[in-house]
Nanobody, 121 residues
Framework: QVQLVESGGGSVQTGGSLRLSCALP????????MGWYRQAPGKSRELVAT???????NYADSVKGRFTVSRDSARNTADLQMSSLKPEDTATYYC???????????????WGRGTLVTVSS
């Protein structure tokens, strides 16, 4: 079973910064895309940013210019640098990975348990 482990959530004031990290197991057969999603209380889960194995990135309009997604191959992580945070960024942030776990498996999506980000005004 593939487990994604998120870290880096917390509380910050408006305009502050946080960095989230999502760790993958090291023995993944093939990674396609990693992404960050968020879910605010009473709202649906929404895409924040994605990054492909080739390094192509995609961002929600609401975070463009403020958030940066990146991959660290040495640490086997996908990181989300969040700057100029706003109260509306308050949510639980989830890491997702689309990958093939081993040579006997097919492409599947895996989710982390989430990490809470709270931005106060």
């Amino acid at each position: 079973q593939v487990q994604l482990v998120e870290s880096g959530g917390g509380s910050v004031q408006t305009g502050g910064s946080l960095r989230l990290s999502c760790a993958l197991p090291r023995n993944i057969f093939k990674l396609n895309v990693m992404g960050w999603y968020r879910q605010a209380p009473g709202k649906s889960r929404e895409l924040v940013a994605t990054i492909t194995s080739g390094g192509s990135t995609n961002y929600a309009d609401s975070v463009k210019g403020r958030f940066t997604v990146s991959r660290d191959s040495a640490r086997n992580t996908a990181d989300l640098q969040m700057s100029s945070l706003k109260p509306e960024d308050t949510a639980t942030y989830y890491c997702k990975a689309d990958l093939i776990a081993d040579k006997y498996s097919t492409l599947a999506s895996y989710w982390g348990r989430g990490t809470l980000v709270t931005v106060s005004s």
